[in-house]
């Protein structure tokens, strides 16, 4: 072979040596690239863990300082100093581009649109599953929802009793295969999965991430999951308006017995404590006359025997009760129209006056005395067993996303503010639901990474 042959023969083994020294190294330095981008997602997923944390620990400090005796505190998505918090985008940290959270609220007073709506959601202004009625659960709004499955709901919650004891307890002892309803309260919502009948179409609806907002799957037909008619309106499931978690003390703030207007001894200290709040005693005297012999059974019955003026009710609404355990209560100041149809006494139209009602003068509602000027007395008369106008059960359902918009986390977290300090009853891991702050928080995440 000759020398210039073997020379080029060399070069090509060299040359091939070379390829393959520079295809390793760039399959080392991608390798390491995409480690690196792991293990800053990984830190992104861990602040924005922690970043829930710190909204965890906010809405408590929100509860604490501004959820005083049965009141809704008022949020804002930017400083405004007429508002007791701020629910979006608040930053951990001072540095650029460090960890965010969301508070994923929703208003109540309006039809849900295409962005989240951002604040500390009242569980009051939501149907309680273990004192609805069948009836009252029958009339939510759901397309797929019928009147066996609001009877398998309160059959689920009942405790069974001796042989033959009633259609609805006996109502999972004839499936097939036969099997126990729980017998027992409702622990969480989450719980309607065990209920004969439930699927993910009737809670979830439209609503699959659970946001309250109208996103860009949830209206394209059947483009992408889940199935929606595309009509530019929301159509939530049952878990947007029922909760597990409402629930009113007959204590006071200060931690003594609210005085139960049913009962005689009752009435007795009634006039003591319309003084104690403000009331002349002439007054006091008057509205105890007023009172005469009527037997009550809702607080909403005592305020329109007493014949009371608006103020002089604000007064002492927390100070008294017309039970000894008080669960499941619907706040009239914040339910949606949907739920205050299902209220017996009130049905569709006069919920939607109501609403209207409550958005023209938000300076009534330190009380339910104003569902005078909506309700006859009839009606009030009817519904009063059924409503309230404090809150004591909030839940934040809490957005983070880490450093720069990297990571993102998700959880609910239920407070419960009847003993004073806010407590955290209830805890849910909401992250496998998917991006739940609308297309608008996202682009402005894209557009500061890239900046």
């Known amino acids: 072979m000759r020398l210039g042959t073997q020379r080029g023969s060399v070069l090509i083994i060299v040359m091939w040596i070379c390829l393959g020294l520079v295809a390793l190294t760039i399959y080392f330095a991608r390798s390491v690239d995409s480690e690196l981008q792991a293990a800053a997602n990984r830190v992104g997923n861990i602040e924005a863990r922690q970043a829930v944390a710190a909204g965890t620990r906010y809405a408590a400090y929100v509860l604490n300082n501004y959820a005083i005796d049965g009141v809704v505190p008022n949020s804002g998505v930017v400083p ?23 508070f994923i609220g929703r208003d109540t007073n309006n039809p849900p649109t295409t962005d989240p709506v951002f604040g500390l959601v009242d569980e009051s202004s939501k149907l309680n599953l273990n004192n609805a009625t069948a009836g009252m659960l029958g009339l939510l ?12 709901i309160v059959a689920w919650r009942t405790r069974q009793t001796q042989a033959g004891g009633g259609a609805n307890n006996n109502m999972y002892s004839t499936l097939d295969p036969a099997r126990l309803n729980k017998g027992a309260a409702f622990e969480t919502t989450d719980e309607l999965r ?4 439930a699927t993910l179409d009737l809670l979830l609806g439209e609503d699959t991430n659970r946001n309250g907002a109208l996103d860009a799957n949830e209206d394209d037909a059947d483009q992408s999951p889940p199935h929606d008619n595309q009509d530019g309106l929301l159509q939530p499931g049952m878990l947007e308006y029922v909760t597990a978690f409402s629930n009113q003390p007959i204590t006071t703030i200060a931690g003594s017995a609210r005085l139960n207007i049913t009962t005689l001894a009752g009435r007795q200290r009634l006039s003591a404590q319309m003084t104690r709040k403000g009331i002349t005693a002439g007054r006091a005297a008057v509205i105890i006359r007023n009172l005469g012999a009527t037997t009550f059974t809702s607080v909403a019955g005592f305020m329109l025997a007493s014949r009371m003026t608006a103020t002089e009710f604000a007064l002492i609404h927390t100070s008294i009760t017309a039970a000894t355990g008080v669960q499941g209560l619907v706040n009239v100041n914040t339910a949606s129209v949907a739920v205050l149809t299902c209220v017996p006494g009130i049905g569709a139209n006069n919920a939607a006056t109501m609403v209207a009602y409550r958005l023209s003068n938000p300076t009534a509602l330190t009380s339910f005395f104003w569902i005078t000027q909506v309700l006859n007395s009839a009606a009030i008369q009817r519904a009063g067993p059924y409503i ?7 839940s934040a359902d809490i957005v983070a996303v880490g450093r720069f918009g990297r990571g993102y986390c998700r959880e609910k977290v239920v ?4 003993k004073g300090v806010p407590r955290v009853i209830y805890r849910q891991d909401l992250s496998s639901y998917g991006w739940a702050l609308g297309s608008q928080v996202r682009q402005t995440l894209r557009t500061a990474r890239t900046n």
């Open 194 to 197: 065990l209920v004969y009948g």
């Open 388 to 394: 309230t106008d404090q809150s004591y059960q909030f």
């Open 141 to 152: 709004p759901m397309v797929n929802m019928t009147p066996d499955f609001a009877t398998a």
């Open 80 to 102: 405004d100093p007429t508002q007791d918090y701020y629910s979006a985008a608040l930053q951990v940290g001072d540095q650029t581009g460090d960890p965010q959270f969301w």
């Open 415 to 418: 407070f419960d503010t009847s």
